[in-house]
């Protein structure tokens, strides 16, 4: 789905962006990506994915942990 339309953003793309580059922030996000730097109107929703998103990382990193000290 589309976060950010005035800079074509997903929540894919947050996702992604998250697990490859380490962005954890909104301050990184919108230096990533520009979101919230326009219209501002998809703040709220690219904080709650890019939370979402920093969470599943976290968790996949610990999991991935427990499986190499399985
Ligand atoms: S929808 Fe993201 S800045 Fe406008």
Known sequence: MYVCLCHNVTD?????????????????????????????KCAKCAKDVLREAVSEARCEGACSGMLATA
């Open 12 to 40: 894919a793309r947050i996702h992604q962006l998250v697990r490859t580059e380490g962005v954890s922030t909104m301050r990184e996000l919108r230096e990533h990506l520009g979101v919230g730097t326009q219209c501002g």
